[in-house]
Structure formats: C-alpha cells, structure tokens
C-alpha cells in the first residue's frame, strides 16, 4: 500500500522524500515498480480514469450513484462501494446546492386554481401533466429571469424563455414554446404556484384555448411543486453557481445549451433510471 501510494504522487513530491517519510526504501519501491501489474491494478487504473471522465463529461455534478451506472452502462463489473472509495481517493465529488429565494408573486387579485395534481408526480404518459415556474439568474447587467415547463413524465424541459423582466408574458412564451414542440390534448394538467404571471387573465385564457386544466400549489407550499424547484435547484447547482456572466446574452446561451444540449438529451435522472428525459421517452415510444 505505501509503495502505491508513492506511486499515485510522484508527479508532486520527490520519490525519495515519500519514501522517507514512509519508512521504505528506494530500492524497495524500484523493485514494486518493476513487477508485473496486476488485473486488479489495471482495472483500478482504468476505473480511475472512468470515472474522471465521466464526471468531467456530466459537468461535475455526479455522485457515486450516477457514476456508478455509467459505468455499468460501459461495461465495467464494479460495486457502487467500490466506485465511491475511487472517487474519495481522487477527490472527485458531486457539486453542491445552494440555497435561492423565490420569485413567486402572490400578492395579487386574481382568481386561484385549485391544487389539482395534489404532489401526484408519477405520470403514466407524455404530456398528461406540465409543471411550470421562475427563477432568476445573476448577471452583471442585472437580473435575467426564466420561464420553464417540465413534462412530468420524463422531467423534460419542453418550453422556457428568459428575459430582463418578470412578466405574465415571459410565462406565455415559455408555454407558447411547449405548446408548438408538443401539440397536447384536451385535459392536460397545467401546475404551477400561485403567482401573478400564471393567475393572469391572459395566461389563463391561454390554458382554457388548448383546454388545458389549471393546477396551483398552495400558498407557501413549495413543495407542490417539487419537480421544477428541484429542477432550479439543479441547474444552480450544477451551471449557475459556477459561473460569473458579464451578460445576460451570454447566461442566455449558457442556459440554452444546457437546458437542450445537455440536460434534455445527456443528463441521467436517478427517477427515470438513470436514462435521460430524452432516451426515457424514445423507450417508451418503441416499447
């Protein structure tokens, strides 16, 4: 063990300091060197360099879970304890959440929806249930502002828009996109929180046009509405907080090419199996 360790830092420290400070000899870890790898050290080299790469391609956001199952999904026999001691020892770890303030503007006179979906997040089809909200993003031009919908089904990001202001029309266009990419049928359930840009006249005549099913959370309740904060949540984590933007323009194309690039089609979902929202609902169009 003293020897792999000189090993996997001779690139930072002189060999013979390590072997000082580890009681070993010189000629000891010349002779470790020169033996015969093993199969298991050829696969704990090539596991290593796995899981950099797969970390490195997701954005960093992996845990030992996600890891784990790419993985598997490349061919390697390997437990998950195992792939999570690897990622300690080469210091590879999921990025964090930090915490955002809500957007949600209540304090209004427009009628309120009942909370139809009642947390029933678990859908048997595509676009049965859509769930939208806002958030905001930091830029040094000020604030840039975005609009989603998630087909609850596959967690997919079927409609956004972003802009400067926090208007009932951002809302329209994000559901205007979703509309057009996903033509759905009468009955739909439409959820989102209680504020202002979904409460309005005009977002409300827009839902009962499509004949749509309006569904709000309750008043300070988050957790109606899980699925986009949790969505938010990921997006901060694993994009926004990493960034500084000079530019609303550049956050803009930042979170365009996450959102359709990266998130729709590449990121692994731990609720659809670790597929994402793109392969979930291509299986189930051919089973």
Not at 37 to 59: D, V
Request: proline fraction near 3%.
């Amino acid at each position: 063990m003293r020897y792999r360790v000189i090993q996997e830092h001779d690139r930072r420290y002189p060999i013979r300091f390590m072997c000082r400070a580890l009681a070993v000899s010189a000629a000891g870890d010349y002779a470790w060197r020169s033996r015969p790898e093993s199969a298991r050290s050829i696969q704990t080299r090539t596991l290593r360099s796995a899981i950099r790469e797969i970390h490195q391609a997701s954005r960093e956001p992996y845990g030992s879970p996600r890891i784990w199952d790419a993985l598997g999904k490349q061919g390697h026999r390997v437990s998950e304890h195992r792939v999570a001691r690897l990622m300690r020892q080469e210091g590879i770890r999921a990025k964090t959440v930090t915490k955002w303030r809500a957007t949600t503007q209540s304090q209004h006179e427009f009628p309120v929806a009942a909370n139809t979906l009642d947390r029933a997040f678990t859908v048997a089809a595509p676009n049965r249930v859509w769930a939208g909200d806002l958030t905001y993003v930091w830029t040094l031009e000020g604030w840039l502002y975005l609009a989603v919908l998630l087909d609850l089904y596959s967690r997919r990001v079927v409609g956004w828009a972003m802009g400067q202001r926090l208007t009932v029309e951002l809302a329209e266009q994000a559901l205007s996109m979703a509309l057009l990419n996903r033509t759905p049928r009468a009955g739909l359930v439409h959820h989102s929180d209680r504020g202002s840009q979904y409460a309005a006249t005009s977002y409300q005549r827009l839902l009962d046009e499509y004949s749509l099913i309006p569904s709000m959370s309750r008043k300070g309740n988050c957790w109606d509405n899980a699925c986009v904060e949790r969505f938010f949540g990921t997006l901060k984590r694993e994009l926004v907080y990493h960034r500084r933007y000079t530019t609303r323009d550049e956050a803009k194309q930042d979170i365009f090419e996450y959102i359709e690039v990266f998130y729709n089609r590449q990121r692994r979902h731990s609720t659809l199996g670790y597929h994402s929202p793109a392969e979930y609902e291509a299986r189930t169009a051919v089973a």
